[in-house]
């Protein structure tokens, strides 16, 4: 146990204490242990206790935070000398393209009013996002639509007759090589749609075995047949070794996914519609080939998406 000696003390002050130990019936050493303990008391930091709707307005404005914060990282305007974090001057931004107050907005964030079930649907359909994301955080913050073999939703909305523009951006190197993600964008909103493709075929020189090719051939002659009237525009994406696919899409918004210092315009879709092989992906399969290349675009009076592929 430490030892404490006061020297100097003032008499009056001793006077004090004595009389304090006899009235508690304790030692004088006794005494001064105690009045040291209890003036000493650890600090407790004591967080206002939250009930369940401030804590649940407290998560959705951090969200938002980070939704804004990733759509100006991601340069969603598109603009040179961007700033990579919401300030004022993005808020009102924001604000005045979903027309509420710049003001409001920042009580949402803050976590001083609740974000509302029409407010989060205006966000979603403005900046691409998820809603029940922004209201419960499940999820990711952007959605994306796994293509797999149900893709003819993805290029061709039913009840949408908009002539989209596509953009197929393949991985082409790392562990997630041969992986494919697709764009779909609005020609009038510039609104965007994200799908991937990562199991059901590869478009990489390891191939993807008979039950994937299988999936390749009929994926690339729904296109050519299908998706003619269609813009259609082919990518590189060359990552570090390190990339983890996973933590990105969804992660940012599409428009990150134009970005050309992380892309490439590439050929290889127009490669492969005319019956070439981009890099060895159809080796053992070039039958595949031959019958892509032998069918015609599925609109022949339409050269949209053979002059959108070549440039």
Known sequence: MAKIQARNVDDALFKRIEQSAMKNERSLEGEIRTALREYYQPVVSQEPLM????RWQHETGKRLKWLFDRLIEDNY????????KVGVPEIVQLARQLDMSPGLMMDIMEGRLELTFE??????????ADAGWLLDGRETPFPVMNLGMGYHGFFLPVGDDARYAFEFIRISRGRHEGALICL?????????????VTEEFSLGKDGSGGTG?????D????LKESCAHRSMN??????????????????HHPVYFQDFRRRATSGWLQQVFTGKDPDGWFTGWEGDLKEI????FGNESNKVAGQAVSE
């Open 119 to 128: 407010l989060a649907d205006a966000m979603a359909e403005n900046f691409d």
């Open 184 to 196: 779909r964008i609005h020609p009038e909103t510039g609104r965007m749609a994200l799908g991937k």
């Open 51 to 54: 009930s369940e709707r401030e």
């Open 293 to 296: 290349q032998d069918t015609p």
């Open 213 to 217: 090719h299988g999936k390749l051939l």
């Open 219 to 222: 994926f690339i002659l729904f």
């Open 234 to 251: 082919a990518f590189d994406w060359e990552v570090d070794d390190g990339f983890d696919f996973w933590s990105v899409v969804g992660q």
């Open 77 to 84: 305007y598109r603009m040179s000398g961007r700033a990579h």
